[in-house]
């Protein structure tokens, strides 16, 4: 008798195909995703078509993971049949968490979106032409997905059952999670509770960075450039260097502070956490020297990037979600 395998998809909506990438970085992890699954549907590393997942039975998928924010129509419509056809669904992925970087689109208006990405000085379109969402040709009629007014993360869409963040997950992570849906699969192990974010620590990057942390007093923060060379061994933050290792959470072994970079929170917020900048700027205000609220403002004005620093990669997830003007674009 043939065993039949649990099937297996994955899927990018709006992302940059990191996480795509950080899956084949298992190396040969990879053939273990062979070995006990039947991969039904995976654009990027094989051919396959919608039809042939509307065909499927609903549930008949075992483990999807899900990368991407929701961004156009297309990207919703897939995430609700995805939802539909699969029992474990997993947003794989700061853009599926979070919205991630291309959630930052939702500073501005759809229509400027468009605009600077038709009209650019790289873009030769004099007649200002933009795309159309259909167009009729002898063939019949085309369609290209519609651009939604935000990017949404994909639990503001369908039931999302488990979380794992990074940009993009870590690929030992990734291949553990593997091993403990595997090891379910053969009774070894039970899945988490639904809506777990897993693949991650439970603490903060902070705990995982083994830069000495001795004195909490800045009077200015700097870029790291401005700084060169940092103290290697001190906490950057206690240098004045925005680090978000305090509210972001663990699971990376604190890779960018070893390197000498700062944590810029690709991991996402830390658990329990629910505004990510809002508990970024707790840190930081934890740091500074200063009594004063002029003092302290002038400070924390300092912070180069305020948005990017705070929610370069939460913007989407967080209570702001975007611009106002976004919200109100056509
Ligand atoms: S703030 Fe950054 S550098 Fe400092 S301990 Fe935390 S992760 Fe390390
Ligand atoms: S240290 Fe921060 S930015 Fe670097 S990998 Fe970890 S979570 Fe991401």
Known sequence: MTHVKPKFAMYWAASCGGCEIAVLNTHEKILDVDANFDVVFWPVAMDAKYKDVEAMEDGSILLTLFNGGIRNDENEHIAKLLRQKSKILVAFGSCACEGCIPGLANLSPVGEIVHTAFNTISTDNPHEIYPRTSYDVPEGELHIPKLEKTLRPLDHVVDVDYFMPGCPPESHQIAAVLDLVIDVLHGRATLPPKGSTIGVGNSTVCDECPRARNVKAIKEFKRIQDIAPADPDLCLLEQGIPCNGPATCSGCNARCPQAGAQCIGCYGPAQGVTDYGARLITAFASVIDAKEPEEIDRIL??????????????????????????????
């Open 301 to 330: 004005d300092g912070i180069p990037d305020p948005t990017g620093q705070m929610y370069r990669f939460s913007l989407p997830a967080s209570p702001l979600k975007a611009n106002r003007e976004a919200f109100k674009a056509k």
